[in-house]
């Protein structure tokens, strides 16, 4: 497949500390924006694992990136058990080089490589541009679409309006940690709800939330609920530790909570058939969200029987 590939003027070389910042390069080519400076490299250390770095960049002659594909280690735990899997994370392919089947070349490869380091599934959420190559070129499995909660707060769009500028922007941050702090905890995250419901998830441990610090989330309690939260475009759910008794009394105070803060919105994303689907179902209408695709590698894990919430997808 490397050979493949070299042989049309283009070479592959595998993801790497010494070559991330050629990410950053390819990203900003593609969709004309920067992450924060440490972005790809916390999101690619994934040591904890015991392996990283899953994934290839394409180069063309005069050594530009131009088409890249990685996937993320992680475990996931079924019935007490772990297993060494990964989650399909960032395709990007240079706008002059699209459609020459660099995505689909580089993906193989780099399926390749998991099965070599051990990952015996992968998963991913890719969006519709991405869905008919991930089913139809690379015969991933599709299982689910997770369904998508939009609860509407306030029709003023405070949040919106202080991002326009970088002074109204920092205010707007003060103002709002001066507002959650006295609802934030000292945690990185909460435990997986589907793996309490008796599903297949992502192993949250203390490893996996001290790695997902790539993005700017927070911890609250609303009395005896943990959420999992970032403020970005609304109030936007990663995943809620909540009997089901407390739930409606949360919600409420959620509600006034994202009003005191400005924010138009709260959103959540879950799988079918857990627990915070149905409570959630019972009182918002739900709309499609992420297509949830694997490659099994030999897990035999049913697939059925993983779940997720917007908490395990990387760009939460």
């Given at each position: 497949?490397?050979?493949?590939?070299?042989?049309?003027?283009?070479?592959?070389?595998?993801?790497s500390?010494?070559?991330l910042?050629?990410?950053?390069?390819?990203?900003h080519?593609?969709?004309?924006?920067?992450?924060?400076?440490?972005?790809?490299?916390?999101?690619?250390?994934?040591?904890?694992?015991?392996?990283?770095?899953?994934?290839?960049?394409?180069?063309?002659?005069?050594?530009?990136?131009?088409?890249?594909?990685?996937?993320?280690?992680?475990?996931?735990?079924?019935?007490?058990?772990?297993?060494?899997?990964?989650?399909?994370?960032?395709?990007?392919?240079?706008?002059?080089?699209?459609?020459?089947?660099?995505?689909?070349?580089?993906?193989?490869?780099?399926?390749d490589?998991?099965?070599?380091?051990?990952i015996?599934?992968?998963?991913?959420?890719?969006?519709?541009?991405?869905?008919?190559?991930?089913?139809?070129?690379?015969?991933?499995?599709?299982?689910?679409?997770?369904?998508?909660y939009?609860?509407?707060?306030?029709?003023?769009?405070?949040?919106?309006?202080?991002r326009?500028?970088?002074?109204?922007?920092?205010?707007?941050?003060?103002?709002?940690?001066?507002?959650?702090k006295?609802?934030?905890?000292?945690?990185?995250?909460?435990?997986?709800?589907?793996?309490?419901?008796?599903?297949?998830?992502?192993?949250?441990?203390?490893?996996?939330?001290?790695?997902?610090?790539?993005?700017d989330?927070?911890?609250?309690?609303?009395?005896?609920?943990?959420?999992?939260?970032?403020?970005?475009?609304?109030l936007?759910?990663?995943?809620?530790?909540?009997?089901?008794?407390?739930?409606?009394?949360?919600?409420?105070?959620?509600?006034?909570?994202?009003?005191?803060?400005?924010?138009?919105?709260?959103?959540?994303?879950?799988?079918?058939?857990?627990?915070?689907?149905?409570?959630?179902?019972?009182r918002?209408?739900?709309?499609?969200?992420?297509?949830?695709?694997?490659?099994?590698?030999?897990?035999?894990i049913?697939?059925?029987?993983?779940?997720?919430?917007?908490?395990?997808?990387?760009?939460?």
């Amino acid at each position: 497949m490397i050979d493949d590939i070299a042989t049309k003027d283009y070479t592959i070389e595998r993801l790497s500390k010494k070559n991330l910042g050629d990410l950053d390069k390819l990203h900003h080519a593609v969709y004309r924006k920067q992450h924060p400076a440490s972005y790809f490299t916390k999101k690619y250390n994934t040591a904890y694992t015991g392996i990283e770095y899953i994934g290839y960049i394409a180069y063309n002659r005069n050594q530009t990136p131009i088409a890249f594909y990685g996937v993320i280690p992680c475990f996931i735990r079924y019935k007490d058990q772990l297993y060494l899997a990964a989650q399909s994370a960032d395709t990007m392919t240079h706008p002059q080089y699209r459609f020459k089947g660099l995505f689909v070349q580089l993906a193989n490869a780099t399926v390749d490589l998991a099965q070599e380091e051990g990952i015996s599934l992968i998963f991913g959420f890719p969006n519709q541009n991405s869905l008919h190559g991930f089913l139809v070129k690379l015969k991933w499995q599709l299982t689910e679409m997770m369904d998508c909660y939009i609860i509407p707060v306030s029709i003023i769009p405070a949040e919106r309006i202080a991002r326009k500028s970088s002074v109204t922007r920092k205010l707007y941050h003060k103002y709002q940690q001066y507002i959650l702090k006295e609802y934030l905890v000292d945690e990185k995250g909460v435990e997986s709800s589907v793996i309490k419901d008796n599903y297949a998830g992502i192993n949250r441990n203390a490893h996996y939330l001290n790695y997902r610090t790539y993005h700017d989330t927070q911890v609250i309690k609303i009395g005896n609920a943990l959420l999992w939260i970032k403020i970005r475009n609304g109030l936007v759910i990663g995943d809620i530790s909540c009997d089901m008794e407390d739930f409606e009394e949360m919600m409420e105070k959620l509600q006034k909570l994202a009003l005191r803060l400005g924010l138009q919105r709260i959103q959540f994303h879950t799988s079918h058939q857990t627990r915070l689907s149905t409570l959630f179902a019972e009182r918002y209408e739900a709309i499609p969200s992420f297509y949830i695709l694997f490659k099994d590698l030999g897990s035999n894990i049913p697939l059925d029987k993983i779940k997720f919430t917007f908490a395990d997808v990387d760009i939460f």
